[in-house]
Nanobody, 123 residues
Framework: QVQLVESGGGLVQAGDSLRLSCAAS????????MGWFRQAPGKEREFVAA????????PYADSVKGRFTISRDNAKSSVYLQMNSLKPEDTAVYYC????????????????WGQGTQVTVSS
């Protein structure tokens, strides 16, 4: 079955960088779109970024555009989220997700999820 395991979270100061990783198994990784979502305390889960398996499309949430970069390595069945210039409002649990359509266009298409990794940004 699909398994997604996130790593790389931690406690950092505002302005610092972190790189999240997600190791995938149990499916043909290269055909799936992959995405990152986050959920802050008391808030709903929100889309952060995605990377399509069908083209070079990498949509980002406006709040992270220019600071975060998503990438994938099909040979390693892994997806990454490089987070720079972190802000306290980036504090959340970050989830890796997989979309079997391959496009990564709609949050509702992401139907497999990891357990999440905590990112805390202090001011």
């Amino acid at each position: 079955q699909v398994q997604l395991v996130e790593s790389g979270g931690g406690l950092v100061q505002a302005g610092d960088s972190l790189r999240l990783s997600c190791a995938a198994s149990g499916f043909t990784f290269s055909t799936y779109a992959m995405g990152w979502f986050r959920q802050a305390p008391g808030k709903e889960r929100e889309f952060v970024a995605a990377v399509s398996s069908k083209d070079n499309n990498t949509p980002y949430a406006d709040s992270v555009k220019g600071r975060f970069t998503i990438s994938r390595d099909n040979a390693k069945s892994s997806v990454y989220l490089q987070m720079n210039s972190l802000k306290p409002e980036d504090t959340a649990v970050y989830y890796c997700a997989a979309d079997s359509t391959g496009w990564g266009l709609w949050a509702s298409d992401f139907d497999s999820w990891g357990q999440g990794t905590q990112v805390t940004v202090s001011s």
